[in-house]
């Protein structure tokens, strides 16, 4: 082999070629690829924080709904025990209200009773005053007698 001046040019513009790529080509290809190195490791990252963070807010998600349920449950229970009360108390009312009823009926048939004692005794009166008229054959004056006739409605 032959080492002739061609060869040491191609060595010496070799050297300078790997120099100039070293020295201008190299950094920039170096400082892209590191760039890119850092954006896919921060990208991953990111994905791992959101994969963490969607854990995290599916979990507290479930517990607001499980929370949720729980007082939906209580709220129901509350209204089913308000509308029991409600119940009793109106069947209370009307059992009161039924009893007043009663009373007044009762008090109103007893009122009854004696206006109509009342009136048949004043019947009873005039029939006796009639029946004692026509059995005396002659008049039986009622304002004159006033007082026998109260004593024989008072006894009926």
């Known amino acids: 082999m032959n080492i002739n001046l061609t060869l040491i040019g191609q060595s010496i513009t070799f050297a300078v070629f790997v120099w100039f790529c070293m020295k201008f080509i190299w950094p920039p290809i170096v400082n892209a690829l590191d760039a890119r ?3 896919i490791a921060d990208g ?3 994905a791992d924080r959101g994969k963490h963070e969607l854990e995290l ?3 507290r998600a479930s517990e607001s709904l499980h929370d949720a349920k729980q007082k939906a449950a209580e709220i129901i229970a509350q209204a089913e025990k308000r509308a029991a009360q409600v119940i009793d ?4 009312a009307a059992k009161e209200e039924g009893d007043r009823m009663i009373l007044a009926a009762k008090a109103e048939i007893v009122q ?3 206006r109509a004692r009342e009136a048949l005794r004043g019947e009873i009166a005039g029939l006796v005053v ?3 008229s ?3 054959r002659r008049e039986v004056d009622a304002k004159a007698h006033a007082d026998l006739l109260e004593a024989v ?3 009926l």
């Open 89 to 92: 108390e109106a069947k209370t």
């Open 112 to 114: 009854e009773s004696h």
């Open 57 to 59: 807010a599916a979990r």
């Open 153 to 155: 409605k008072n006894e």
């Open 134 to 136: 026509k059995v005396l």
């Open 37 to 39: 190195r850092k954006q």
């Open 130 to 132: 009639a029946g004692a």
């Open 44 to 46: 991953l990252a990111a």
